[in-house]
């Protein structure tokens, strides 16, 4: 009867490790998908301002209270705008955001075209 109960604690342990281990993995994949609003150019995972830990302390309340992935972003996105999100959604509001790389490319070979066809005339 002892080696059944030290079994059940130990496989106990074992499942809980797991589950904050997979609670870690992702936490750092949200944080690594969020934008630091007061760094330039660094994710919520890799800046260490105040308010990045502070946001790391709002996924790590919001997955211990069992919100998925995608209501954590849409909490934040609701919070802070669209620009807190690295992988923002197509929304009316982001057409500029989703077509300007486009348009730039656009506009960048018809520049192209028009300066080869000068060269070969």
């Known amino acids: 009867m002892r080696i059944f109960r030290f079994l059940f604690v130990l ?5 809980s490790n797991f589950a904050i281990a997979d609670d870690n ?3 750092n994949k949200i944080a690594k998908n969020l ?10 995972y890799d800046s260490d301002s105040e308010f990045a830990i502070s946001v790391k302390l709002v996924i790590q309340n919001k997955l211990s209270e069992g919100l998925t992935e995608e209501q954590i972003y849409e909490l934040l996105i609701k919070k802070y705008g669209d620009w807190i999100s690295y992988n923002p959604k197509f929304r009316g509001n982001t ?3 989703w077509l300007l790389p486009l348009l730039i490319f656009l506009f ?3 520049i192209i075209f028009r300066k080869v066809i000068r060269i070969e005339k």
């Open 25 to 27: 993995k992702m936490q």
């Open 95 to 97: 057409y500029f955001l």
């Open 35 to 44: 934008r630091c609003l007061i760094c330039q150019g660094q994710s919520v």
């Open 108 to 110: 960048g070979g018809a």
């Open 11 to 15: 496989f106990l342990m074992c499942n």
